[in-house]
C-alpha cells in the first residue's frame, strides 16, 4: 500500500491542525494504520495507532487528550486531529501501515508515507 501524508503547516501555540493520509490499493481496510513522528535530531517515535475496523485505537501517553485517530475505509483515508499543540509537538509525521499488531514500535510496519512537516511557533 502506497500512503501520501498532508495537512502539516505553521500553527501557533494552542492551536490545532488536521493531518490526513490516504492510501492507494484496495487492500487498505485491511491494514491498522498508525502516526509516527520525528522531530529533528531525535527517533521516530509513536503517535497513534487505530485497527483496521477503527474499533481501537492506541495513544502514546504524552499525547492523549490533544490528539485522535480516526479512519474513513471507504476514502482510503486515516486522520490525525491534534488539539492544544505546543512547540515540542513540532516534528515530521508519518503514517503508516502495520502488518502486525506491535502498534508502538516501528518493527511491525509494512509501508511508510512520505511525512509532512508540523511547526508550532511559541
Known amino acids: 500500500v502506497q500512503l501520501q501524508a498532508s495537512g502539516g503547516g505553521l500553527v501557533q501555540a494552542g492551536g490545532f491542525l488536521r493531518l490526513s493520509c490516504v492510501a492507494s490499493?484496495?487492500?487498505?481496510?485491511?491494514?491498522?494504520m498508525g502516526w509516527f513522528r520525528q522531530a529533528p535530531g531525535k527517533e521516530r517515535e509513536f503517535v497513534a495507532a487505530?485497527?483496521?475496523?477503527?474499533?481501537?485505537?492506541y495513544y502514546a501517553d504524552s499525547l492523549k487528550g490533544r490528539i485522535t485517530i480516526s479512519r474513513d475505509n471507504a476514502k482510503n483515508t486515516v486522520y490525525l486531529q491534534m488539539n492544544s499543540l505546543k512547540p515540542e509537538d513540532t516534528a515530521v509525521y508519518f503514517c503508516?501501515?502495520?502488518?502486525?499488531?506491535?502498534?508502538?514500535?516501528?518493527?511491525?510496519?509494512?509501508?511508510w508515507g512520505q511525512g509532512t512537516k508540523v511547526t508550532v511557533s511559541s
Open positions: 490499493g484496495r487492500t487498505f481496510g485491511s491494514y491498522a
Open positions: 503508516a501501515a502495520y502488518s502486525g499488531s506491535s502498534y508502538f514500535t516501528v518493527s511491525t510496519i509494512a509501508s
Open positions: 487505530i485497527t483496521w475496523s477503527g474499533g481501537t485505537t
